[in-house]
C-alpha cells in the first residue's frame, strides 16, 4: 500500500539497505600495529555525546533512535598504533564516507524547509585535498587518561549555504 506521507525520494531511500560495516586486516611490523580497510574510527569518545568524535560519519536519518554502534558510519583506512608508556595512533583517510543524512521531506532531515532535489556536493576526488589524515597521542597521567589528537579532513557533516543557483550542501574543510 503506498501512501503519500513521505515524498518517494524518501520512501526509496528508506525502505531497504545493504551496507559493509566493517571489512579490515590487521598486520604487524616492528612496535606498529595496523589496519587497512574499512573500519570504525572513535576519536574523542564520550558516552552519549559526540563532541570531539570528528572522523566518524554518522547515520542521521533515524536521529538518535538507533544504538551509537549502528550510528556511526566506518572509514576506509589505514591506521598505525604504537603502544607502550602512551599510545600513539596515525591514521589516513584516502576515500572520505560522510553523513547519511537522508532526503529532504524524511522526519529528521537536519534543514527543515528544504524541499525538492537539493544536490549534495562530496568531494569524491581521492587526491590530496579531499584526503583526511590526523595523529592522536593519549597517555594516562596520575589516573587521568589524556590525550590530543590533530585531524585534517573535509567535514563529514554538510553546511547549508545558499547560493544564487539555490540551497546548496557542502562539505567543508576542517
Known amino acids: 500500500v503506498e501512501d503519500d506521507l513521505y515524498p518517494k ?3 526509496d531511500d528508506q525502505l531497504s539497505e545493504v551496507t559493509l560495516r566493517e571489512a579490515y586486516v590487521d598486520f604487524a611490523a616492528a612496535d606498529w600495529d595496523f589496519r587497512l580497510g574499512r573500519q570504525h574510527v572513535v576519536w574523542g569518545e564520550m558516552v552519549g ?3 570531539a568524535d ?5 547515520d542521521t536519518r533515524e536521529f538518535y533512535l538507533q544504538d551509537f554502534e ?4 566506518p572509514q576506509w583506512a589505514l591506521r598505525a598504533e604504537r603502544f607502550g608508556d602512551g599510545h600513539l595512533e596515525l591514521l589516513w583517510v584516502p576515500y572520505m564516507t560522510y553523513d547519511n543524512v537522508g532526503k529532504p521531506g524524511a522526519n529528521f532531515y537536519p534543514f527543515p524547509g528544504l524541499t525538492g532535489n537539493v ?7 581521492s587526491d590530496v585535498a579531499n584526503m583526511g589524515f590526523g595523529a ?6 596520575g589516573g587521568w587518561d ?18 544564487a543557483t539555490g540551497p546548496e550542501l557542502r562539505h567543508d574543510r576542517i
Open 9 to 11: 525520494p524518501v520512501r
Open 49 to 51: 555525546l559526540f563532541l
Open 54 to 58: 570528528v572522523v566518524s560519519a554518522k
Open 70 to 73: 549502528a550510528i556511526r558510519l
Open 119 to 125: 544536490p549534495q556536493i562530496t568531494p569524491e576526488r
Open 136 to 141: 592522536r597521542y593519549s597517555r594516562l597521567v
Open 146 to 163: 589524556l590525550s590530543g589528537f590533530y585531524y585534517r579532513s573535509t567535514d563529514v557533516a554538510p553546511t547549508l549555504y545558499t547560493t
